[in-house]
């Protein structure tokens, strides 16, 4: 069975940082795009940040850009999302989403069940 389980998730003030982990289980994820999502209450799902299958690749939406920063293991078969110099804004459900292939280009095509990050002010 395929899965992605994120964690990392919690409470911090603003101004902290937090690192999400995304775990693949059921296959291998070094040959799959990796992506962050999240949600915000009441708001629409908004694409945070991906990384092509080997790393060579990467993009951040503007919203996070010089203060996230997206890496990943293949030996460990997880992906991280750094989080640095949070704000109350980046509250919301992150979701992990394995890509159809191996570039940043391809479609989603697996979702976690998400983590909750909440940011203090």
């Known amino acids: 069975q395929l899965q992605l389980v994120e964690s990392g998730g919690g409470l911090v003030q603003s101004g902290g940082s937090l690192r999400l982990s995304c775990a693949a289980s059921?296959?291998?994820?070094?040959?799959?795009?990796i992506g962050w999502f999240r949600q915000a209450p009441g708001k629409e799902l908004e694409w945070v940040s991906c990384?092509?299958?080997?790393?060579?690749?990467?993009s951040y939406a503007d919203s996070v850009k010089g203060r996230f920063t997206i890496s990943r293991d293949n030996a460990k078969n997880t992906v991280y999302l750094q989080m640095n110099s949070l704000k109350p804004e980046d509250t919301a459900v992150y979701y992990c989403?394995?890509?159809?292939?191996?570039?940043?280009?391809?479609?989603?095509?697996?979702w976690g069940q998400g983590t909750q990050v909440t940011v203090s002010s």
């Open positions: 989403a394995g890509y159809s292939g191996s570039s940043i280009l391809a479609r989603v095509a697996y």
């Open positions: 059921g296959f291998t994820l070094d040959s799959y795009a």
């Open positions: 990384v092509s299958n080997r790393a060579s690749s990467t």
